[in-house]
Every structure is written in structure tokens, then in C-alpha cells.
């Protein structure tokens, strides 16, 4: 752990496109967000939000705000933000703005992070491979795009990897935010076989909680923890540690470094990680988690590259 | 196998009809009245989350429903006060209604749970014996308790419209609001209890999405299931087994494509998704077109004595 | 069953609506079975009277009576808990319910669920055994022909019991048998010992029915009295405020070439029935054809397919030796002619448009009044404006929606349309229903007028004073043929009303 | 006469503020209950858009994309079809417009821009005449077909976005965000106000509320259109085919809000990308009738609406309260707005009220 010396507070704004509760996303980068600040207390770390900005042109006007209120950084956390930074930017050249998941930083003051979805992914699939009894794994996917892309077919490769017979499934809602819908698919995989199931955006909390509702069903997380829903059924979570990616910013800043960095989370720098549900970790095997860690070595290591083609 | 996919989109799709129906019905009496009241969806938000919330904190599923039945009122209560008393352009009416909704439950979820939790709320049961009928029990005999009530409601709505004195009213008031008038009826006393009567519906129907459903309430749970219930009351000409059919249809369409989807048919998965909504659109397109010429004085506040 | 209304007063009854004094202080009385005629012209008050009395307007000021004690009446409930009961000017009825259905809406009051439909109907069957007034209760309201409607709006109050009857233009629509029908009907009810209050434009009906006339002008009582003492011409003068003479046509036309000729047509109905069954009719330049017949025969129809509104499946219709069946209502209008709908309030007009946009209704597509797909305000100005006092149409301006103009004023807006567009041939669909007698006077001059300017008129009407008045001929149309025509010279009521029943020639009836 | 407008004005104002604080109050509660102070969140909503450049051009920013609607919405309405489909709408329009930018991206503005806003026009027009042309033909209920064809307008665009048209480079770096690439300055609306995002799209909306005005109200098509709405049945008898009427409003109508798609694209982002659509489809109804269905009356109700949007979201930012308040306050508004009405429309009532005020003698009788 590498902690900074802030001299001078640091003000930090969150533009997110849900809620900072959404047990995904948005809230992930939230609380990384105040992880930081209890870290070096309120004194240093100020934070502004605003949610429920999912169109860019709300959220144009917001970041435009922020910046004019001589916020030090402005986080657009979504992909959509990507253009409306490269207007605003240049007229703010002391700040720094970030969004994600991106990697354009056309200006010399934008940051963009970048979730490695797919290497946590692979990892989760390994876990499925192995656990998957019938040999049928069900993914419940948003809209088929972005990140959601790269963690399937991380999943799927990774499943592969150690159970070949295994058949994955892919299902998409259509949508970010249809919870019944997401419920509904994941109920459909499991009627229909599946006893490992995964899946992205805020809306897999439903379907999380009707896997719940099955005996002997498996969940694996992406984005943050998300067993306070389903103890009994979320075994593992992929996890964005977003605090490493506010304090690499911070640093940077403190070097003079107002952006221009395409910021990636990898197992690798540790910005992503594979958090374990206490109560289910037992269900994995020695063997298992010698799999498992043998499997992160190489990624982190190089040996496997998740190629997303 | 092919079997097993058959039942599966079955008992898959009559559940998710249930909340629509119960809107939709709801809807039907409203605008058998002659109020267009598009803010369901709002209304299904309060429901879902006003039930999540008794039932999270005083732990009974029933006492869950009660209030959002009682929300539901409530929020019809506002509804007919604007477009029937103060004769408020009523599709603008419903817009407000509906933003007003989805931010209440918003912020309330936000101020008094302030983070998605669960519940254990209402569970399908099955039928003693019937349940156990092969292919039978599982479409027919395993579901919530809420389920048999959308589809015993009906029925009921059809006696009640078509049978009864209010009924004979509610009729009345929709089509020709000046005739009933001088025939001594309270026009605006029946498009209040109209209104109020859907919007209970409303209510009960948000709740079935998170007490029954989900187990959970999230921000815009109902994810645009209001405005389909009110379009559905369309399909059905206004009419409850209309209705029926219309929810029924778009349900199982929808259990279909997430089949479709799961069991890996390879087909585009947008195309898959956008199936239901075509779907209702060809089905009433083809379908005969009834006598039946719906409230006239559907979307027009009733002013004593005048001629418009 | 309330009690029965022996004396009935309206004391100084004073009701505004923004910018006119509806009802000006009026006074007016009633006795058990008595018959009370209120005249009055288009706009008077009659119909605002009425409704607050029937407490569908409260009035400014003003206290009615009941035997002597006075009553509040908010609401037409309250209305009918006195007794009152009105039959109402424009119907008042539920068109996709059945009649019983409707009569039913009346009898079930603050019930919610009990709902006995056969009682209904038991009642219903009384009543029109009682007063002679047949009508198939099944049937949906908008099966039925305009005067089927008016018989269950009457049955409708006698069911519900009412011993003051409000009957506001109850003759409007009717045909001569059913008038006189309804006159004999009401006299009975009259001897029943139920007070009956009658408004009529037609006042050989008043004449014939009601013991004492009240007249209307202007929102004011100008006048009360017996009836007796009264001939038609003397009451129209009380009316009008001035004498009425109804112009009749005087000189033969001289009938030269035809104009319309309907060759053998047939044309379904809207309830899917041959409306027109092989009808052939001419009518000549110059010359005014009437149409007589029982509403529900195809008159409506007739219209319609030579107006190219609906289509006919077989024939032949001839402007100027041209075949113009099935042509689009705008070429049809584009060939010359004009056409005067019974529909006047939703056919005839746009209610919501003003009066300067439904004058301009058939030519705003044409110079001047538009170019190039332009609308010319100013000269569109000039020209309604022109129209509006050629014609002495009754409006506050020419941007006043004609929704708020009284059916008189409303038939003004298209005859001055249809008219100064100089039309080779006229349809005219039941012109004077429901005008006053100056208004009616007024339209036959301008069917005259345009007679003698050698337009073809055809004259759909059921009033055989009107058709006597100013038709050279009289075809009576039955079940969508033309049954016989008559010349006006050799034409009877009472050969016209026997054709109209369908019997051909007097020694068959008898 | 002068003194009649005057008070005439006073009584507008008097009620129209009595109804948005009576809208405000409730909301206070609300805020109240979310813990912050109604008086400071107030007072940010309603000074901070208008004090200053940012927050006016913001408005006018939102104001332009809504007016467009409206003008749809407000043909439709007239012709007597409820158009909830503007969402709808507007995507097809963006995507159609967007292909048109990127397939010729070395034209000059001055021909790019028209040809992607008549682009857009035709793919709303699309979108809109479908739903006329079942209304019209097979009797489909507008409001069902337009409600179904949000969605799968949304499925369409965001295939496109995701699929066919996505950014290349998305693809090369793997991040496959579903957005088009940017488009070429050429098809960019000019900013007319340094720093700010207003853009020239504002001068494009209210030039066509007044074309619109003048086609409604001044041509003869305008003249059918509204009689083929107002009284179907005349309608046929002067001769308009009304069926074609219907169809002609919904490809109108759609294709305005197809044109909203497009001011979004060239005026804001410059691409098209999610969620282009901002809910304006939805929004664009409430201004409609807000400006009586009257385009010159939806020029400054699209403003006001703008207002809303960007006061309101200014407020979740100064004082901190969950977005969600946002929606409902400006539920809460619109309710108020639109009961207020009756005390315009119900003039008896108004005449009672303006004498009770002492705006009018009980003499003088009142046209309006
Ligand atoms: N609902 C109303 N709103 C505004 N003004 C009205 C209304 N009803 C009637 N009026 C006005 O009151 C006056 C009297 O109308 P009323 O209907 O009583 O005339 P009437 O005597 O029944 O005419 P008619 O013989 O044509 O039936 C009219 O000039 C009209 O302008
Ligand atoms: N809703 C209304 N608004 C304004 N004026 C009205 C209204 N209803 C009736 N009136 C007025 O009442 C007067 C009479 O109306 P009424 O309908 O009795 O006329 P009418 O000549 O009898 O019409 P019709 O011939 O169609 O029966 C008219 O002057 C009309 O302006
Ligand atoms: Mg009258
Ligand atoms: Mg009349």
C-alpha cells in the first residue's frame, strides 16, 4: 500500500448513470470513491455526486458545472460521457476528467479507465467449468455491447478451459434496468438446465434473487460483491477496485499529470479482483482454488491472454 | 425436450401476465369511464414500492398488498381531482402522474431503505393433488396466489361492467356523459370511482412485481410495464377477456423469446426482444375488428350543458 | 311515484352565460293538466329555461315553485324526485346500449349492483302498450331511425314516471303521422292529469296541442296568453315581432332540360341492406324536386351517393348527361353541386372551426381564396365577412366557433356557403328542421332565389307543408324506390301520406 | 380596452404562479422528508439556470430538441391522433440522419447538414407513418402501435449502434461502447455562442414552429389536416380524403421528432450514441400542450420546460437529494399546470374570480 501526502484538498465529482445504490456499476465507483475519502479523511477528499444522469446531455451540462466550480476531478462514469468530455476538456485544462470504460483520451486532461472485464470473468468461468454439474452454464447479458462483450466471452473462455463438454449459454433483456426481465432469463437458464449462472449490469440483482430461489444454484458477480443479496447462491464476485484508480489519478495529478493516461484495472495492477462469499467459499475445492490460482499466476504473468476475438 | 420448452415458455408466461392484466383491467375501467389515465406506470412504481416497504418492515405479504392497493388509491384519488374535477387535458395528466410516481418511489426508496435488499414476500404454492397432474399442474396449479386473482378478476370485470347497475353506468358515463347526466347520474362521482377503482388495480399490479415476482424493489422496477398495460387495453377493445388475451399473448411471446434466446436458436437476440411488441401489433392489425365503437367520450372532461 | 304537481312556478328566473342574458327575469306558470306552448326564435331561451328547470343550469336569480312551496333544483335527480321529466332537444341517448339499457340508466338510480333488466323491460312494454308508442327494446340505439329515437326518449320519461313533462322540440324530427301520434299521446297524458310544457318551431302543432302559449324574445317573457285566442299567423307574429309570411312559389317552372338524372341506382346502407333498390329520379334545371318519405327509407343515402360520399354498386347518376357515380366528393363538388346535410352540427359544419373557416369550407382550396396552396386571409376576411351579413348570420364576430352559433344561425353558415358558390344543383336534406319560423321563411326564399336563378333543387324533407309549399314536384321514396311522383298541383297531404306509408293507390288501403 | 389586457395578464400570472406553488409546496415536503432545506433548493432551481450564460444557454440547449417535438406532437394532436411514440421517433431520426453524416463526410455544411436533417425527417416520418398508416387501414389504435414501436425503435438503434455503425475504433480497442464514430465537422451545427453548447439547432426549431404556424393555419393542406381532425365526418364531405390526412399528420409528426434525433446528433454530441433520446419524446408531449397545440405557443413552452430540466438538475447538485425528487417535483409541476386550465378555459368561473379580484367590473362582459 502506497498511500500519498495530500497537502491541499482534493474535490471530486461523480457523474453516474444510475444510483449510487445500485449494487453495481454506479455504486462500485461510489464507494471507491469514499473509500479514498476515509482513507485520508473529509479534510482531503471531497466528493460530489450526481445520478440518474444515463443520457450525456444532462450529464454534459453537469460535468460542465463541476468544472466551472473548480472541481480538481470529474468522473463521467459511463462509456455514453465519452464525447461530451472531449468538448468540455479543453476549456477546463487544470482539471481532469475521467469516464470509463473508455480509452480515448483525445485531451491532454482526460483520463480514461478500463475494466479488464474479461480476465476476472475468465477466472469466474473456470469456477463455473468446475462447478457446473450438468454441464450447462447460463449467462444473463443487458444489451450484447461494451463490457458486457468482453466479460462473456472471457466467462465462456474460461469455462472452456477447464470443462470442454460445458455448454454456455447466452441470454440478453434488451436493457440495463429490467430487473423482472433479468429474473426471468435467469429462470429460463435454470428451467432449462443450468446450474452456474453469471451476467452484468445492475439488473442481474433480480435474477440473482431468483436464482436464490433455487436449490443448489450458483452466482458469480461481476462489477462488486454482491452477496449481501444471496448468501446462499453468489459464490464469487469480480470486483473493480476503483479506489486504486482515484488514488492513481490523485498521484498523477501530484507528478502534475492532468491526464492523457488510458488507465487499465487488471489482476495484474490489482484494480480488479476476484472477492469470495465467506459463507460459500468452502464449496471450492484444494484442487479447485489450485486451479483457480495457477489460472491468475498466468494471467497476471501473460502466459493467458483472454484474447476478446 | 421440445416438450419441456413448450411447458417451460407456458408456465413462464402466465405468470408475467398476471400484472399486466391487473393493470390492464384497471385501465379498462377507467377508460370505460372515459378517463385515459396514462400514468400507470407511476402508479405500479408506488405500488411495488409502498408493498416492499410494509412487507420489509412489518414482514406480512397481505398487510404488503393492503397498503399498496391503499397507495394506489391514493395516487387515483390525485389522478381524478385533476382530470375530472379541475378537467385537466388528461394525457399530459397522466404524464405527470407517472414522473410523479417513478421520483416518490425513487426517493423514498432512497430516504427509508436507501439500498436494494430482499424479501421472502409471496411464493408460488401448489395445489395439493392438481399440482402434482403432470403437465397440467405445472402450467396451471403452481403459481402465486396473485395469479389466480388477476384471471378470476376477468370474469369479475365483465359481470361487474356488463351486469350490473354501476356497471350500466360506467357505460353510460363513457359514451355519452351528457345523457347519463340528465338521467340523474353523478357522471364525476362515477369517473372518480372509476379512476380510483384502476388505479387500486395499478397499485395491487406494482406490488405483484416486487412482493411476488422480484422479492426485491429497484429504481423502475416496472420498467415500462404500465404503458404496455395501458396499450394492451387497446388490443382488447376494452373488453376483459380482450385484455386477457392481449397480456397472455405478449407474456407468452416474451417467455418464448428468452427460450429462444437460452436454449442458444441462433437468431439475433434483438430481433428475439422485439418479438412481443410486433407481435401484439400484427395480432390486432389482422384481427376482426369488433362493433363494439369503445367510450366515445373517452379523453373529454364532462362540462354540464355544453355541446362539445 | 311523487307527488302529483298541481301548480308549478318559475318566479323571476335570470340566467347569464358569458356575454348573453340567456333568461331575462322570466315568470311562468303551470297547472296540473295543462299544456303550456313556449315559442320563442332560435337563441331565445327556451331550451335554458327548461334546463334550469330541470337543473342542469342554476340560474343568477330566481325561485321555482312547487304547490306552493319552494324548491331547489340542483340536479336533474332532484328533477325527477319532484316529478319533472324533460325530453331533450339535441337526444339524450347512450348509442352502443339497447333501449332498455337506457330506460334502465333512469331507473336504477343510487343502486350499484342489482340490475334487472326484465323488470325494465315489463315497464317498457307497459308503457308503450299504454300510450301506443311501439319500439323493439333489444335494440341498440344507433339501429334505430331518428324518430324510433324520439319515441324512446319519451318512453324513456313516461317510464320514469315524470307527471311534468318537458318536451323541447320533440317534433323537430318526427313525420306528419308520428306528430300527430305524439299529439293525441301528449293530450291523453294532459287528461292523465300530468302537466306537459311543449316547444315547437311548428306552430299548427302548437296550435293544435297546447292551452296557453308563452313567448320568448331575447331571453324575455314578450308575451303570454290562451292559445285559442290565437291563429298560426297571429302567433308567428308574436314570435318573430313581425309577420311571417312563408313564401310559396307562385308561377309554373318551366321544366326544360334536366340537370340530375339517377338511372335505376342500388346502394347499400350502413347496416350492410340495399338502401337504394333500383331508384330512378330526374330533376331539371329550374325546377325543385322534394323528396317525401318516413325518415329511414334512403334518403340519406340518396344524398349521400350523388354527393359521392358513399358508393352505389349499380346505375347510373347523370350531371349535365355526365356520369358522375362514384366520382370523389371533391370532383363532385368541383362539377357544381351543393349540398345542404341533415347533419348540420357535425356533418354540415366543423363545430370547433370558426365561422369564417366553415364558410370558406368547400372553396378554400380555390382563387381567391387561396393561391398556390395559400390561404389569402385578407380577401378570406373580406368574403365571410361579406357572406355573414348577405345572409344576416347571428354571430358576435366571424371567429366565434360554431359550436356556440343556435342551429338556426348554424343552417345560415351553409346555405350562405353552399348557395354563393352558384351551384348547378342543390341537394337540400331537411333545411328548416329545427329553425324558427323566421329562419324557415328566410331558406325558402333562398331555395327560391336560386330556383329562379335555374338551379336544380332536390328537396329531402318530411314536412309536407314545406314540400307543398315550394316543390314543382313531389317524389315519395319508399323502402328505396321512388313509389310514385306527384305534381304539386295534384299533390294532397293525404295522398302523400298514404304513398309515404307505401300503400300506391287509395283503393288497395281501403 | 388596455386596462382589459392588463388585467387580463395579472390574472394569467396570478394563477399560473398560485398553481406551481402549490406544486412546490408538496414538493418542500418531500424535500424535507429528504432531509434538505426546500427554501435553498428552490431557490437554486429557479435563479441559478437563469443567472448567468451557462445555465440560459443550457436551457435553450434542451428548448430546441423539444420544440421540434412538440411541433410534432402538436400536428398529430390537431389531426386528432395521440402520438406517444416520439421516442421512438427520434431515435430512427438520429440514426437515419447519423448515416447520412457518416456515408458522406466530406460535403460541405451548407449541403451535409440539410441533407441529414431531411434524413432524419424521412426516418421519423418512417417510424411515424407506420403507426398513422395502421390507424388509417387496418384501425390499429395509435396509442398501442406507437407504445410497441418505442421499443422496437430502441432494439433497432441500439443494434446499429452496437453492430453495423459502431465506432471502428471501439472495435479495434476492444471496449465496443455502442456509439457511432464521431461525425466530420461538416455535419456539426455551429456553436453561436462561444464556450457553451448552444448550438444553431435553436434557430433551426423556431423557424420551423413558424413554418408549421403558417402550414397549419395559412395553407390549405394545414386547413385539411385540422378539419380531417376536428370533425372526420364534414371532413369527408367537403371532399378530404381522410384517411391519407391521418397518415399525412403521423409522417409529420414523426418526422419532426425524427428531427429532434437529428439536432441532437449535430448540434450536441456529434455522434450518435446511447440514450440520444433524453426522454424529449415524452417531455415534447407535455410541451405541446403547454403551448395549447399551438406552435408559437410551444416556442416559449419548450423554454419553460428547458428551465425545468436544467433548474431542476442544477438543484440535485447544490443541495445534494436523491435525483429521483427531480421527477417528482417536475410531475408535481405539470399536474399543477394543467388543473390550472380551467380557471383560463372555464370563463364563467374566471369572470367570478377576476371580479372577486377586482380585475373587471361585473359590468363588462368578457371574449375571450
Ligand atoms: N351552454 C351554453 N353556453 C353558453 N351560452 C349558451 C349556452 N346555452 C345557451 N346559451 C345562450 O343562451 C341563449 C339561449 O339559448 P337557448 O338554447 O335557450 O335558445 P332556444 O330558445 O332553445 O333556441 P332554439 O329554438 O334554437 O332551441 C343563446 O343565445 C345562447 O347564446
Ligand atoms: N354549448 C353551447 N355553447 C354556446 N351556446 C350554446 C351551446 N349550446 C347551445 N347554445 C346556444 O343555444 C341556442 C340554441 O341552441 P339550440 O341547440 O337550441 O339551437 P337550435 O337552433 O335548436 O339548434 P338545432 O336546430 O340544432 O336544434 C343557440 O343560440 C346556441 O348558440
Ligand atoms: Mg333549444
Ligand atoms: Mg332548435
Redesign the pocket.
Known sequence: ENDLKITEKVKIALIIPSTIDDLAWSQVMYEGIEAVQKKYGEDKIEIEVSERLWNAVDAGSAIRQYASQGFDIVIAHGAQYQSVLDEIAPDFPKTSFAYGTGFATHHPNIFAYDPQAQQGAYLLGIMAGLKTKTNIVGIVGPVKSGDAIKYNIGFEKGVKSVNPKAAVRIAYTGGFGDFVAAGEIARTHIKAGADVLSGTAQQSVGAIKVASEFEGILWLSSDMDQCSIAPQTVLASQSYRFDEVIEKIISFRQEGIVGGKHLELTLENGFLEIVYNPKLVSVLTPEMNKVLNEAKTKIISGEIKVELK | MILDFIIGIISAGIPLAAPLLLAGLGEMFNQRAGVFNLGVEGIMLMGAFVGFLVVLTVGSPILGLLAAIAVGALMGLLMAVVTVKFKAQQGISGIGLFMLGWGLSGTLFRVYIGGITSITGIKPFSFPLLGKIPIIGEIFFQNNILVYIAFLLVPISWYVLNKTAWGLKVRAVGTNPQAADTLGIKVERIRFQCIILGSMMAGLAGAYLSIAQTHIFADNITAGRGFIAVALVYFGRWKPAGIMWGTLLFSLAHALQRSIQVYGINFPYEIAVIIPYLLVIVVLALSYKSQLLGPVALGKPFIR???E | MSEIISKLEMKKIT?K????L??NNIDIYLKSGEILALL????????????VLFGL?QPEHGKIFINDKQVIINSPSTAFKYGIGMVH?HFMLVPNLTVVENVALGLIGKRIFKLDLNKVRKRIEEVSKEYGLSVNPNAYIWQLSVGEQQRVELIKVLCLGANLLIL??PTAALTPQETDELIVLLKQMAEKGRSIIF?S?KLNEVKAVSNRVCV?RN?SLVYEGKTQKHSVATLAEKMAGREIYMPTLKEKSQANSPILEIKNVFAKGNMGTMALDGLSLTVSKGEIVGIAGVSGNGQKELADVINGISHIERGKILLNSKNIANLAPQQIINKGIGYIPEDRMHEGTIPSFSVKENIIMKDYNKKPLSKKMFLQNSIIEKYSQKLISNFDIKCPDNKTMCA?L???NVQKVILARELSRKPKMLIAAYPIR???LGAAEYVHEQLLEARSENVGILLISEELDELLDICDRIAVIYEGKILEILDRDIATKTKLGLLMAGIKNEKKAI | MKKKLYSEAIYRLLIIVIAVFSALFVGAILLLIAKTNPLTAYYVMFTEPLSGKFGLTEILVRAAPLMLVGLGIAISFRSGIINIGGEGQILIGAIFGTFIALTFPDLPPYILLPLVFIASFIGGAIWGGIAGWMKAYLSVNEILSTIMLNYIAFQVYMFLIRGPMIDPKEVAYGTGVPQTALLSKNAWLTRIIPASRLHAGIIVAVVLAILVYIFLWKTTIGYKLRAAGAEAKAAKYIGVNVKNYLVLAMLLSGGFAGMAGAIEVCGVHHRALESISAGYGFSGIVVALFGGLHPLGIIPASAVFGLLIVGADMMQRSVTVPASIILAIQGLIILAIVSSQIFFSNIGLKEKIMIKLKLMKSGDKDDT
Open positions: 350543458g355544453s355541446r | 340566467k352565460f358569458p356575454g348573453v340567456a333568461c320563442g326564435e332560435n337563441g331565445a331561451g327556451k331550451t335554458t329555461l327548461m334546463n343550469y332537444q323541447d322540440e316547444i318551431h320568448l331571453g356556440s343556435s342551429g338556426g329545427g329553425l324558427d
